[in-house]
């Protein structure tokens, strides 16, 4: 009887760190969805976050839950999950997020948690136990996520040129000042979609691997979908104004027409992922969006320095998560 009180208690302990990720990714993420919209001076710092919120909830009602399914299920075999590798890779993820936020670097929350899962798995029972189809999709896309926001933000761009070559600048940037809230809504909405889930999936892997749910369950308990998208709802309305700024400034200078075309770009990127469950960073995402609004004017009109900052970040995320959740495995040895 106590050892199932203890599982239990542990279980709820889990279950609350997990949240606190969730809420961690919102406010992480936060610049994500509002830097644009914010540094354009279409909203406010307030209303902006207020906005990316809601719609970071509405996701709930609009995506399945084909992401949740990927990280729960897609990662590692089931039977090696159990609560001292879902603490590790929670503890590995969130260790990443904070050290990244303190130093304003737009890092990525998902594969912080990919990460995480995969160095807690391996420090418990080595390579045989992961899942190379679901690794493979989510490391491919570190890659294909920031190059389609580029690719999709930069044709925007001149596709938006082409349409309103005869209109007047003042008169066009009215116009996309109104039309950068339904592109930034689009892209709270891509956010919710996908990373509140990557949340639900850890959730519902520490509850099939305690045996509070079964492997065969075609969906999670629907409190823990209820909680991960308003933790991450309110995780955003509290913001990462550290990385605002270098979201919103210091890779280029938008106006109201770059900041629609680069929502939108990221915002189709995001959905297109989403629907194939595939956890992507919505940080790549809009980051080679903007990247790519800034090149179609001019090369020089992108700080590349900073961009080149940010893709070394991405590119330690996953090893440096990993590791931190090995050694939290083996510190959850001793206190489970």
Same mark, same amino acid.
């Given at each position: /009887?106590?050892?199932?009180?203890? !599982?239990? @208690?542990?279980?709820?302990?889990?279950? !609350?760190?997990?949240?606190?990720?969730?809420?961690?990714?919102?406010?992480?993420?936060?610049?994500?969805?509002?830097?644009?919209?914010?540094?354009?001076?279409?909203?406010? #710092?307030?209303? +902006?976050?207020?906005?990316?919120?809601?719609?970071?909830?509405?996701?709930?009602?609009?995506?399945?839950?084909?992401?949740?399914?990927?990280?729960?299920?897609?990662?590692?075999?089931?039977?090696?999950?159990?609560?001292?590798?879902?603490?590790?890779?929670?503890?590995?993820?969130?260790?990443?997020?904070?050290?990244?936020?303190?130093?304003?670097?737009?890092?990525?929350?998902?594969?912080?948690?990919?990460?995480?899962?995969?160095?807690?798995?391996? +420090?418990?029972?080595? @390579?045989?136990?992961?899942?190379?189809?679901?690794?493979?999709?989510?490391?491919?896309?570190?890659?294909?996520? #920031?190059?389609?926001?580029?690719?999709?933000?930069?044709? /925007?761009?001149?596709?938006?040129? @082409?349409?309103?070559?005869?209109?007047?600048?003042? =008169?066009?940037? =009215?116009?996309?000042?109104?039309?950068?809230?339904?592109?930034?809504?689009?892209?709270?909405?891509?956010?919710?979609?996908?990373?509140?889930? =990557?949340?639900?999936?850890?959730? @519902?892997?520490?509850?099939?691997?305690?045996?509070?749910?079964?492997?065969?369950?075609?969906?999670?308990?629907?409190?823990?979908?209820?909680?991960?998208?308003?933790?991450?709802?309110?995780?955003?309305?509290?913001?990462?104004?550290?990385?605002?700024?270098?979201?919103?400034? =210091?890779?280029?200078?938008?106006?109201?027409?770059?900041?629609?075309?680069?929502?939108?770009?990221?915002?189709?990127?995001?959905?297109?992922?989403?629907?194939?469950?595939?956890?992507?960073?919505?940080?790549?995402?809009?980051?080679? +969006?903007?990247?790519?609004?800034?090149?179609?004017?001019?090369?020089?009109?992108?700080?590349?320095?900073?961009?080149?900052?940010?893709?070394?970040?991405?590119?330690?995320?996953?090893?440096?998560?990993?590791?931190? +959740?090995?050694?939290?495995?083996?510190?959850?040895?001793?206190?489970?």
């Amino acid at each position: /009887m106590e050892i199932a009180q203890a !599982a239990l @208690w542990v279980v709820v302990m889990l279950v !609350a760190l997990a949240v606190l990720f969730d809420f961690m990714n919102g406010f992480h993420d936060a610049a994500n969805s509002i830097a644009t919209v914010v540094s354009t001076g279409v909203l406010k #710092p307030t209303q +902006a976050v207020v906005f990316a919120a809601f719609f970071n909830v509405v996701a709930y009602f609009v995506f399945h839950l084909s992401v949740a399914a990927t990280v729960g299920k897609g990662i590692v075999q089931p039977g090696v999950v159990d609560v001292n590798v879902v603490f590790g890779a929670l503890a590995g993820a969130i260790t990443w997020n904070v050290v990244t936020w303190y130093y304003g670097i737009p890092s990525s929350s998902s594969h912080a948690l990919i990460g995480g899962i995969v160095g807690a798995a391996l +420090a418990k029972a080595g @390579w045989s136990v992961l899942i190379a189809g679901g690794i493979l999709k989510t490391v491919l896309f570190i890659f294909v996520s #920031p190059l389609l926001g580029f690719l999709l933000g930069s044709l /925007m761009m001149v596709l938006v040129a @082409w349409v309103f070559r005869r209109t007047g600048p003042r =008169k066009v940037d =009215k116009w996309f000042r109104r039309l950068q809230l339904l592109s930034a809504g689009a892209y709270s909405l891509g956010h919710g979609g996908n990373d509140a889930q =990557k949340t639900i999936g850890i959730i @519902w892997m520490l509850l099939i691997a305690t045996g509070h749910a079964a492997a065969s369950d075609a969906a999670p308990p629907l409190w823990t979908i209820v909680i991960c998208y308003m933790a991450i709802g309110l995780g955003t309305m509290f913001g990462g104004w550290r990385i605002v700024k270098t979201m919103g400034q =210091k890779i280029t200078k938008l106006k109201p027409v770059g900041g629609f075309c680069a929502e939108t770009g990221g915002a189709l990127t995001l959905f297109l992922a989403t629907a194939l469950g595939i956890p992507v960073s919505t940080t790549h995402t809009i980051t080679g +969006a903007i990247v790519g609004v800034g090149s179609t004017q001019r090369a020089a009109a992108v700080r590349w320095g900073v961009a080149g900052n940010i893709i070394w970040a991405w590119a330690l995320t996953i090893p440096a998560s990993a590791l931190v +959740a090995a050694l939290a495995y083996w510190v959850s040895r001793v206190l489970f």
